[in-house]
């Protein structure tokens, strides 16, 4: 969503003044700030409001609050932070719905949600338990949410999804009704737009309804836009406890304009629609994602259901093109499924983000959800975000931000990496040059080679310590850390130019790569020999935090300088402290768990082989997935709902994916390693695993592990051929008894804790067999 921050920030100030509150004392960002605002705001307006006033976490939160012995200062949605994103492929911006049918296409104008007159009651949604109606998303492939209810003799069905259209977005609800009785009849409901989100209070100082263009402009801004006249517009207050009750009795009322000093205006439009005998109507809303005011020109509003044939198509479109999948236990399959989508929606905004709590990601993090769209086979949408990361890039002049700088290389190159394979020719380069902006020229300057080669001098030079020993205070690690992505920026470099023939600047590089490497060596000796502050010390959930990072990017990056048992010792210092009921665990400044943290550290185990570890992480993972299947930043064990942060994580999203995909296979060098992470139970599941179109650097994998009537095998696709194939089974598989077509097993390795087996591939399909 884009969203004028300051602006938005300086209306939450302003209401709080007016509601009798003061700014924080401290300084926070902006984001920050607006949450500790609306927190206050949401305690006055919301612990003794009407049920139907109030978003449905406010309903069900309050089951678990006695007013009358606790006094609430602040109130957020702790317990049931969950949403889903109403977003294209590869769109620039997206709007957020709750399962309960409020949807908030930005957050400075509110929420949109429908009431439905049933007699002479309103159904209000948000109060229908999960056994009634839901805004519940039709299918993975089409990202269309559904809404529908019966009342008399109309079904009434709410359609959500976005719109790319004269290259603007939108978020459509598109109301159906359909009257399935014979004979005529009039069905009413209303459309709200009210000043709250899945997060609470989003103030709206004033309304405006221009009846002669049909559209709603909230805070100045252009919020909906409809293609039917309504029967009667009603404005009033969001606190106002008979503002249900007016929009019933007044039926012709047309209000257009309403002010609130407390930024609570509301309104309601009211749509009476007569239907024929077996008759239809589709009335459209439409909500624009980009910033528009009454003041512009503004296009007319002229919806068609081709709007939604195109965007349905678009999604279809995406999954046919990334990685399909099949896992023994179905909801991995909506789980990948939607993580991809969840990738291919947020991508772009966080690369190129507008709000403040996106634009604190670290380009580590950023880099994560790079890659994971790279391996879900995102080919479109990845050439798209990749493009626009180079055509926006500025380099700022004077030495470069490494930390920024070197994962954006190494990025950006892994992107190179996976697409090399296809076509390497003088034509393929350049057309690779032309849509990089000249990055084979331009790489030293634009990501700061220069600099890293200046760093590697100066690690060598202060590597001698000024004390006899290494403390292990806050920052260390993570500065290790970075040296880790500095290095694995240049040996991303050091393919690339060696692919284009620069025989000067790989050597300067093959130079650069020495000097860190044995800076990466010694330092790693440094730290497992260093000491430790006390577990109980404060500091220290800082660095472990700093552990589980490194852990997560040296097997990431590839990073082979360090050993295994270096790395192993940094896992035990957090694994039983920080995995706690297999999530992982923050004790400061208040006890929460992460939803994919610990993915991070399963991910670890796959690539240290082992598999018994990863998939209890993976099956507590599962507990915590939305209805439609996606992960919120963080979770509450006791609701299974989200707990903070956003109520659907992207960074969540990259981590599952990359988990999903390495447990199948990853590269290791030239060879290819294959279902070191999978679960014993896998293996002889009735459900086969397959895996298609995965993404290599060399070429695109097909695996597959199934059962026939007598006997399980695995099988094995690539048109490129690997120099080997390493195949992980667990103990209980007789690796003497294994069989190989299409490879030449050259050896068989049982006495450790990942049985294995070594092929040389010897035609495009491989095939492992072992009996029942």
């Known amino acids: 969503m884009i969203l004028d921050e300051l602006a938005r920030l300086n209306r939450f100030r302003r209401i709080a003044k007016n509601h009798g509150f003061t700014p924080p004392a401290v300084t926070m960002l902006p984001f920050q700030e607006i949450s500790y605002l609306r927190g206050l705001i949401n305690a006055k307006i919301y612990l003794e409001a009407e049920p139907w006033m109030c978003p449905s976490w406010v309903v069900l939160s309050r089951k678990t609050i006695d007013t009358e012995k606790e006094l609430i200062t602040e109130f957020h949605n702790t317990l049931y932070r969950n949403w889903s994103n109403i977003g294209g492929v590869g769109a620039k911006r997206y709007g957020i719905a709750t399962s309960r049918g409020l949807v908030t ?29 839901q805004l519940k998303l039709v299918s993975t492939e089409d990202q269309l949410y559904e809404w529908t209810t019966q009342i008399k003799s109309v079904e009434f069905t709410r ?48 309304s405006e309804y221009d009846t002669t263009r049909q559209m709603l402009f909230v805070n100045g801004n252009l919020a909906l836009m409809v293609n039917k006249s309504p029967s009667a517009s009603v404005m009033g207050a969001a606190d106002d406890p008979t503002l249900h009750q007016k929009v019933i009795e007044m039926s012709r009322q047309l209000d257009v304009k309403s002010v609130s000093e407390t930024g609570l205006a509301t309104t309601v439009l009211r749509f009476d629609v007569t239907l024929s005998p077996a008759g239809s109507e589709r009335i459209f809303f439409g909500s624009p994602l980009f910033v528009v005011s009454k003041n ?66 670290s380009w580590k993090e950023r880099m994560r959800v790079l890659l994971a769209l790279i391996r879900s086979g995102s080919d479109k949408v990845t050439e798209n975000v990749v493009t626009e990361m180079i055509s926006k890039g500025t380099i700022p002049d004077g030495p470069l931000d490494l930390p920024m ?126 000491r430790w502050i006390r577990p109980s010390d404060p500091t220290m959930q800082k660095i472990e935090l700093e552990i589980l990072d490194i852990l997560a990017s040296a097997v990431l990056l590839q990073i082979t300088e360090i050993d295994t048992s270096f790395l192993e010792m940094l896992c035990g210092k957090i694994a039983k402290r920080r995995i706690v009921n297999n999530l992982w665990k923050f004790f400061q400044p208040n006890e929460r768990y992460s939803s994919h943290l610990a993915l991070r550290l399963a991910d670890f185990y796959v690539k240290t ?21 996606h992960l919120p930043q963080f979770v509450d064990i006791r609701t299974h709902g989200g707990s903070g942060g956003t109520g659907i994580s992207v960074i969540a ?73 390493e195949v992980h089974i667990p103990p209980s598989v007789p690796i003497s008894m294994m069989k190989a077509y299409g490879a030449s097993i050259v050896e068989r390795v049982s006495k450790v804790a990942s049985p294995f087996l070594r092929l040389v591939p010897l035609s495009e399909e491989t095939v492992l067999t072992f009996h029942k």
Do not use: C
């Not at 400075?108 to 002479?120: K, R």
């Open 653 to 725: 999203a990259a981590d599952l994916v990359i988990l999903l995909l390495d447990m199948v296979l990853y590269e290791k060098g030239s060879d290819l390693i294959i279902l070191a992470g999978v679960p014993e139970s896998w293996f002889t599941a009735k459900r086969s695993l397959i895996v298609d179109a995965l993404p290599t650097r060399r070429d695109k994998a097909h695996i597959e592990l199934g059962s026939s009537s007598n006997q399980h095998q695995i099988e094995i696709g690539l048109v490129d051929l690997p120099e080997e194939l």
């Open 159 to 206: 359609l959500v999804y976005h719109v790319m259209k004269d290259n603007s977005e939108y978020v459509y609800n598109e109301i159906v009704l359909r009257n399935i009785g014979l004979e005529k009849t009039t069905f009413s409901f209303f459309v709200a737009v009210r000043p709250m989100s899945p997060l609470g209070i989003e103030p709206i100082e004033i």
């Open 405 to 530: 700088f070197s994962p954006l290389l190494w990025g950006l190159l892994q992107y190179y990496e996976h697409i090399s394979h296809a076509k390497i020719s003088g034509d393929y380069l350049q057309h690779f040059r032309k849509h990089t902006n000249g990055i084979i020229v331009s790489v030293q300057k634009l990501m700061g080679i220069e600099d890293i080669s200046r760093e590697a001098d100066s690690l060598i030079v202060d590597q001698e310590p000024l004390e006899h020993y290494l403390i292990i205070k806050e920052g260390v690690l993570s500065d290790f850390e970075n040296q880790l992505w500095n290095l694995a920026a240049l040996k991303a470099a050091l393919k690339f130019f060696t692919d284009i023939h620069d025989e000067e600047l790989v050597s300067n590089l093959e130079e650069m790569i020495s000097k860190y490497q044995e800076y990466v060596i010694a330092k790693s000796k440094e730290i497992a020999n260093a």
């Open 105 to 133: 296409p930005r957050f400075d104008y509110g929420s949109i949600d429908f009431w439905l007159l049933d007699y002479d009651k309103l159904v209000f949604p948000t109060l229908i338990g999960k056994d009634g109606p």
């Open 296 to 361: 512009d020109d503004i296009r007319i509003f002229n919806p068609t259901a081709n709007d939604r044939d195109k965007s349905v198509g678009r999604w279809f479109d995406f999954a046919d093109e990334r990685v399909e999948v099949t896992f023994p236990d179905e909801r991995l399959d909506l789980a990948f499924n939607q993580a991809t989508a969840a990738l291919a929606i947020q991508a772009l905004p966080v690369m190129f983000p507008e709000e403040s709590h996106l634009a604190s990601l």
């Open 609 to 629: 082989k082992q598999r018994n570890l990863v998939e209890p992480i993976l099956n507590r993972v599962l507990d915590f997935f939305s209805d439609d299947y």
